[in-house]
């Protein structure tokens, strides 16, 4: 059942997501490929041409460069949304994803706008949805 949802959503147009301008890192991920166990808990930001999670809790104020798996992922520039996996996120909302933290990869498209943490590292979302923790 998951994996025909899934299937549909790869299927959707990225939008702006791999304009020369996209303010969205992105990566190829393979859901089928599992993922790594880090949270990333925040809001959706855009600075100065760069997509952010900027956390909140004990993480206030830190911002996070997610790096979105394309298949998954499209961006409207015009509207500045972001839709990951279906739904649409707009900047302010909550978002919550697992994945690892790591510096950018061979393979990821990392706009020149962003800048990776103070560690030098990006966050490689590895989650098939954006949803927060409602626990």
Partial sequence: MILLALAGCAAHSGGDLDAP??????????????????LMEGVLE?????LYVVGNGASAGLATVPVLPRGLAAW????????YAGRDY???DAVSAGGGWG????????PDACEPDAWGEVMHVQDVDLEPYAG
């Fill in 21 to 38: 301008d996209s303010p969205v890192a992105r990566y190829d991920w393979d859901p089928a490929d599992g993922g790594d166990a880090a």
């Fill in 90 to 92: 707009a900047m302010g």
């Fill in 46 to 50: 855009l600075r100065d041409g760069c």
């Fill in 76 to 83: 409207d520039a015009a509207a500045e949304v972001l839709t």
């Fill in 103 to 110: 510096p950018p990869a061979e393979g990821m498209t990392i």
